[in-house]
Each structure stands twice: as structure tokens, then as C-alpha cells.
């Protein structure tokens, strides 16, 4: 059993204007795969026309979860959702939003309210709110995006920092004091890449009891990305358990891109698309991690988190 803690199949299904690629298709990989649910990212800058804008994007979206959503997929707003959706054989998805672009307190009022439980202030590129992880100068968050925090934190959503850059981590860290999640990013001591977690940013994320998702994206794994494997990716697991004695801070983000034929190859080549979820089970065993230690990553963590915050 796996859950999955950053996805983007939710900007393709939206997009999808037969409304049947979930059920007809992807819904049978998932359960293939053993993936019990995950986080579904609304990635707001980028895959639609760019004549649409971010306001366009959002009303597509908007328009999927309100009207034309399967009824094999189940909405998660809190634990009683969970459990409905298992007794009613239903899909469990956190809906979550990569970056707020154009966003306001208003438009996270109304995220809210249509059952969003997840955000990050910006994707890679720097925004009104903060510095994405490709601003390599000394960009912080902006009173805007410290505002957007204040706001995310009232409606209890999960706070994900996964493309900040550093100077805006840090100042997010300032700004707050809750648990923060960073849902897709690995160890940059094992691969110097910008998205990728330094053991400062490892360990304040563990001293907060937050969460960090492993990804098998190939450049984020090794820095010779045609190297990359899912026994490499594991170097970043033993290094980040290694540096927190943790086991609780890690889960699966796994952000496969398969569902895009501009990414289609930026995964690892073992893993061809979620239908192989248990590659990464057989991986974290092959790592000699317990049982109990694999459930957590697996999972467990994910859910706990996610009872925690919201």
C-alpha cells in the first residue's frame, strides 16, 4: 500500500475533455500499483494554453472538482472522508495547489471551500509571493506571500515548501511555526540539485515533525541524471534517516510525469508509471529497513501528517 504525496495527474485529468481517462484508464494503474490515495496537485503555471492565464487554469479546475469529478474518486476534507472512501471503494485525493499564482486571501477563502487541504506559495519561478527554487538570488517571502501563509494557516492546510528557494525556506520558517512539508524533493548532500533539500532545511523540517517525499525524478536523484536508478534514490533515503534518526519524517512523492509526453522520460526507467508502486516497497526492503519503517514511509506518515495539520 502506498500513498502518494505529490502528483500532477489532477491538471491532466482536468484538461481531459471526455471526462473518461480516470476510469477508463489511469484508475486501473493506480489500483495496480497499490496506491490507496495521494495528494493531487494543481500545478497553476504551466501545461494550459498561456492564452487561458492563471484565471483560466483556475476555472478549468475549479470546473472539474465541482461538475465533472468521477464518482470513483472521493474528495478528502478530514478522516471521516477517508474512511467513507474506503467503505464506498472510492479513490481518497487531497487536493492541493502548486503555486498561487494571481491568488489572494480571497481565492485561498475559496480553495477552502471547494476541499483544498494542500498549497505552495510558488512553483519554480519566483511570483508575487516568494522565491522559486530557479531564483538563485536572495529573494525572500513578500509581505503578500507572508499573508497567504497567515491565511493557509486559519483554514488548516498542509504547507508545502518543495519549490521555495532557500532564502524564501528560510524565511517561511521565520514566519511560521508550524509543521511544514517539503512533498517532492530528495537530499542535495547525495545530488546538488536546487530543488533537492539541504541537511539544514532536512533537519528543521524533522525538528518541526513535518515531511519530506522522496522523488524519482532522474536529475533530482543523481547528478549524472542518466545514472539515476531507484537503488541511487535510496542513497537518499539512508542519508536523510541517517541525518534525523528519524523514520517518521519520510514519505513517497514520487511525481511521476508520465502523464505528459514533455516528461514522459524524466523519471527513473524502472518505474514505467504508478501500476509499479511496489518497486519502491521492494526498494525501501532492499535498503534493509524494517517492516514498521517501511509501512511509515509507505503511508503511514502521510496520513498522520495529514490528521495532524488539517
Not at 532557500?166 to 536546487?194: K, Q
Request: overall charge negative.
Amino acid at each position: 500500500m502506498i500513498f502518494d504525496f505529490h502528483s500532477d495527474i489532477l491538471v491532466k485529468l482536468a484538461n481531459d475533455p471526455s471526462d473518461e481517462l480516470w476510469d477508463n484508464h489511469y484508475k486501473t494503474m493506480f489500483q495496480k500499483g497499490a496506491s490507496k490515495g495521494g495528494i493531487w496537485a494543481f500545478w497553476m503555471n504551466g501545461y494550459f494554453p498561456e492564452n487561458q492565464g492563471v484565471y483560466g487554469q483556475f476555472d478549468i479546475m475549479k470546473d472539474y472538482i465541482t461538475n465533472r469529478l468521477p464518482s470513483s474518486i472521493r474528495i478528502v476534507k478530514n478522516k471521516n472522508d477517508y474512511e467513507s472512501a474506503f467503505l464506498q471503494n472510492q479513490y481518497p485525493v487531497i487536493l492541493g495547489i502548486e503555486g498561487l499564482w494571481g491568488a489572494d486571501k480571497y481565492t485561498i477563502k475559496e480553495l477552502n471551500y471547494m476541499g483544498f487541504r494542500h498549497a505552495m506559495l510558488t512553483w519554480a519561478d519566483t511570483n508575487e509571493f516568494a522565491g522559486g527554487n530557479n531564483d538563485t538570488s536572495f529573494t525572500k517571502l513578500s509581505y503578500k506571500g507572508k499573508e497567504a501563509l497567515k491565511e493557509m494557516a486559519k483554514y488548516k492546510m498542509i504547507i508545502d515548501t518543495s519549490h521555495l528557494n532557500d532564502y524564501s525556506f528560510w524565511d517561511l520558517c521565520e514566519t511560521i511555526d508550524s509543521p511544514i512539508v517539503a512533498s517532492h524533493s530528495n537530499a542535495r548532500a547525495i545530488c546538488n540539485h536546487p530543488r533537492n533539500l539541504s541537511d539544514a532545511q532536512i533537519k528543521e523540517i524533522s525538528r518541526r515533525k513535518g515531511l519530506i517525499g522522496i522523488n524519482i525524478i532522474n536529475s533530482f536523484i543523481d547528478n549524472d541524471k542518466s545514472k539515476a536508478n531507484l537503488k541511487l534514490l535510496m542513497n537518499h533515503v539512508d542519508h536523510i534517516l541517517n541525518l534525523t534518526g528519524d523514520s517518521d519524517i519520510l514519505c513517497l512523492g514520487l511525481d511521476w510525469l508520465g502523464f505528459f509526453d514533455d516528461f514522459k522520460y524524466a523519471c527513473v526507467k524502472e518505474f514505467k508509471d504508478m501500476s509499479e508502486g511496489f518497486l519502491i516497497i521492494e526498494s525501501l526492503s532492499a535498503l534493509g529497513l524494517s517492516s514498521g519503517e517501511i509501512e511509515k514511509i509507505a503511508y503511514k506518515n502521510a496520513f498522520n501528517i495529514f490528521l495532524n495539520i488539517v
